[in-house]
């Protein structure tokens, strides 16, 4: 069955440093590759989505991710974090083509960043 | 805002009671995904419905059921409810029948159940 696994629980940084959460999948075949994040008392909102092309991916407010296939991981970074960067962070997977396209999410990471 | 609507926001019930939880989707969509999110479990697939059909189950118990109606919006019936059926459920919508497309998500209802 396909699995995804956030290394980090918790991150706690200041503001200004850089951020890298760790996402790795099991799954053999052809996947597409999502990061959501949830503001604090929000809904998930989409920061950025991999299906082809390209391993690097660029996504809203300066988030960016890689997908090394070899590694099964599409982890994520942000060169320097702010106040408001503070949320869980999920990653999630959708096998590619076929019939389902439920996601299948991580644990999820909070991040907290401090003024 | 993701045009996905839920209704209601919160929701206060007691042990064995039954609730409905409703889902409008994005115009256009097709696709609707119900996931429930617990501090213990995480974020899980409930559900899935394409055009009125139930197309896929996830880790949904038997005393939860669902259904999607014509005009599209979806309901998500949970009966004889325990204190572990308190959690956030989405729904989340999109076009298409599979995966390769953003899915878009709701405000979610908070279940409570005392």
């Known amino acids: 069955a396909q699995s995804v696994s956030q290394h980090n629980h918790h991150v706690i940084l200041s503001e200004a440093a850089s951020l890298e959460l760790g996402c790795n999948y099991s799954?053999?075949?052809?996947?597409?590759l999502f990061w959501y994040v949830q503001y604090p008392g929000q809904h998930l909102q989409l920061l950025l989505k991999y299906f082809s092309g390209d391993p690097l991916v660029k996504g809203i407010k300066g988030f960016e991710a890689e997908f090394i296939k070899s590694k099964f991981s599409f982890n994520l970074r942000k060169p320097s974090v702010q106040w408001s960067d503070t949320a869980e962070y999920f990653c999630?997977?959708?096998?590619?083509?076929?019939?389902?396209?439920?996601?299948?999410f991580g644990k999820g990471t909070k991040l907290s960043v401090k003024p | 805002d993701s045009g996905v609507t839920q209704t209601p926001k919160h929701l206060i019930t007691a042990t064995g009671q039954r609730v409905t939880l409703r889902c409008s989707p994005r115009s256009g969509d097709l696709s609707v995904y119900w996931y429930q999110q617990s501090l213990d479990q995480g974020l899980q697939f409930l559900i899935h419905y394409y055009n009125g059909e139930e197309r896929a189950k996830g880790n949904i118990l038997e005393r939860f059921s669902a259904q999607q109606f014509p005009d599209l919006h979806s309901e998500l019936n949970l009966s004889s409810l325990e204190l572990g059926d308190s959690a956030l459920y989405f729904c989340?919508?999109?076009?298409?029948?599979?995966?390769?497309?953003?899915?878009?998500f709701g405000p979610g209802t908070r279940l409570t159940v005392l």
């Open positions: 989340a919508s999109n076009p298409e029948l599979a995966g390769n497309n953003e899915q878009f």
């Open positions: 999630a997977v959708t096998r590619y083509g076929g019939s389902q396209g439920n996601l299948i």
């Open positions: 799954y053999g075949g052809t996947v597409n």
